[in-house]
């Protein structure tokens, strides 16, 4: 009877093969290279940060997503072009799959540039490679560069069907943005057609109620107004 008791006890532990020493170290350098690349950003050295990915890169391999593009925004930041190439080179060498954020970064990166053409091209990509990126937040961004290289009508009414058709929500950013670009146009029937909109999302969507959209819906209405009566 002990000796069949002794068969249904647990294995020792000392029998479980342990984690390898190999993956316990690629592990601590893994999370240290991501710890010192965060660091050296937020003290504002890019350089050091992208030589710590490297010298990962050269030991280990890749890092994940979210590291790639919290130092793409840094390069993008920092404006330095050398920086933004060098993590795009990330991006391609170790096949990192882009997400709304890099789309956001390089949206950015080609306005601080006047790149229209990138920046053209990345919406084309957007819309027939990666729809599923395609939100407020990335429509938001595109608007208030287009808006800051004063595009012409023509460009506005492409990328507003563009937005349509896709029929992503605004948020108050999104708002913001294309009042300023309708004023920019004086495109009064837009304006009002955004502000009707902006209000039955309030209503429908319980987006908030943001006074500095509200606020920047009636100057721009106003303004538009006395300057296409004049």
């Known amino acids: 009877m002990a000796e069949s008791k002794q068969q249904l006890q647990e294995p020792p532990i000392q029998d479980i093969n342990p984690i390898p020493e190999r993956l316990k170290k690629v592990a601590r350098a893994w999370y240290e290279a991501q710890g010192q690349v965060e660091k050296r950003v937020k003290s504002g050295n890019v350089a050091e940060a992208i030589w710590?990915?490297?010298?990962?890169?050269?030991?280990?391999g890749r890092l994940n997503q979210y590291t790639y593009n919290f130092l793409l925004k840094a390069a993008v930041d920092s404006k330095n072009p050398t920086f933004v190439q060098k993590v795009l080179h990330f991006f391609e060498a170790h096949r990192i799959p882009y997400n709304t954020h890099t789309f956001i970064n390089l949206i950015q990166w080609y306005s601080i540039?006047?790149?229209?053409?990138?920046?053209?091209?990345?919406?084309?990509?957007?819309?027939?490679?990666?729809?599923?990126?395609?939100?407020?937040?990335?429509?938001?961004?595109l608007i208030r560069a287009l808006r800051m290289h004063n595009v012409d009508q023509v460009v506005v009414e492409k990328v507003l069907a563009m937005a349509a058709k896709f029929?992503?929500?605004?948020?108050?950013?999104?708002?913001?943005?294309?009042?300023?670009?309708?004023?920019?146009?004086?495109?009064?029937?837009h304006i009002i057609d955004l502000y009707k909109r902006y209000k039955q999302d309030i209503s429908d969507r319980g987006i908030d109620a943001d006074p500095h959209v509200l606020l920047r819906a009636i100057l721009t209405f106003y303004r538009t107004a006395m300057g296409a009566c004049t």
């Open 113 to 141: 540039n006047r790149d229209i053409r990138s920046l053209n091209k990345l919406w084309i990509d957007l819309v027939v490679k990666h729809p599923q990126y395609l939100n407020a937040d990335v429509f938001g961004e």
């Open 167 to 189: 029929k992503f929500e605004y948020n108050s950013e999104t708002y913001c943005q294309l009042f300023l670009m309708f004023k920019q146009n004086n495109m009064i029937k």
């Open 52 to 60: 710590v990915t490297e010298q990962y890169h050269s030991a280990y």
